[in-house]
């Protein structure tokens, strides 16, 4: 019914920067709040941020103060400007999002972070 597809993942050193990109499509009535998650190999998924429809984010402590989410709504997509990356942040990322049946979930992009 909604789909999610991110945009955005690649290859990039130590303390460089990624901006990844959802768009949501299909039958949107309205979503509610969206996110990110990230998966690394052999590890659970876990939050990395998320924001409200009004503009209210919540990030994970390990990428406080170095990752930036924002929407736009019109657009029905959502960004997660990835600045002074480190190796531990190498995972695949995930979209989400909410309307008010379901939570609908991209299908990942790789990001990886190594010299």
């Known amino acids: 019914q909604v789909q999610l597809v991110e945009s955005g993942g690649g290859l990039v050193q130590p303390g460089g920067s990624l901006r990844l990109s959802c768009a949501a499509s299909g039958s949107i009535f309205r979503l509610n709040a969206m996110g990110w998650y990230r998966q690394a190999a052999g590890k659970q998924r876990e939050l990395v941020a998320t924001?409200?429809?009004?503009?209210?984010?919540n990030y994970a402590d390990s990428v406080k103060g170095r990752f930036t989410v924002s929407r736009d709504n019109a657009k029905n997509t959502v960004y997660l400007q990835m600045n002074s990356l480190k190796p531990e942040d190498t995972a695949v990322y995930y979209c989400n999002a909410n309307d008010v049946l379901r939570i609908y979930w991209g299908q990942g992009t790789q990001v990886t972070v190594s010299s």
């Open positions: 924001i409200a429809r009004g503009g209210s984010t």
